[in-house]
């Protein structure tokens, strides 16, 4: 794991424990990162990511009356200009399986369960600057790529012709002839 310098990152809180936004951010101020915005709530993140050029969100998923899931799914839909791409790290107190299962479907990067340390969410942040993922977009899903580990397929490529991978995005898609 490097050593990173975090203070050019810009970082959104959001939880509508006002506790936890505070235990959060004096973490992220602590690991040197310097423009933090908190929201009590799903609605007040999204008018922040439409003003705003945030590098990583920070959300709880337990929040009323938008929940994190929901959330989530309105930053990947890319709903009023917000970036897609964001890089989402989830945090809740339900950390069984079906709980990260759930968020990893609605297109978050990492999931971090409370309580939380100044470790595991430096941990978090260098997971998502090191193992970036492909961004997928399809009918039913749009996010990073969901798949952690590479599959070691045995036998020659059999798709049909070539596939561009364009770095910006992220993305792959068919080359056109």
């Known amino acids: 794991m490097a050593d990173y310098d975090l203070s050019n990152l810009s970082v959104l809180i959001v939880d509508d424990y006002q506790p936890m936004r505070l235990i959060l951010k004096n973490v992220l101020h602590a690991l040197g990162i310097k423009t933090i915005a908190e929201a009590p709530g799903g609605l007040e993140a999204l008018t922040i990511l439409k003003s705003s050029n945030t590098d990583i969100v ?11 899931i929901e959330l989530v799914e309105r930053i990947r839909a890319g709903e009023e200009d917000i970036n897609p791409f964001t890089p989402i790290i989830m945090v809740s107190g339900l950390s069984d399986l079906a709980q990260i299962v ?34 997928i977009k399809a009918e039913t899903f749009s996010g990073p790529d969901r798949r952690r580990r590479l599959a070691q397929i045995d036998g020659e490529e059999r798709r049909d012709g070539e596939y561009d991978y364009d770095e910006q995005k992220r993305t792959q898609k068919r080359s056109e002839e």
């Open 58 to 68: 920070f959300a709880d998923n337990l929040m009323e009356p938008m929940n994190g």
């Open 102 to 135: 759930k968020a990893r479907d609605a297109g978050i990067n990492e999931f971090l369960a409370k309580p939380v340390s100044a470790k595991m969410v430096y941990l978090r942040i260098c997971s998502v600057i090191e193992h970036p993922r492909s961004f």
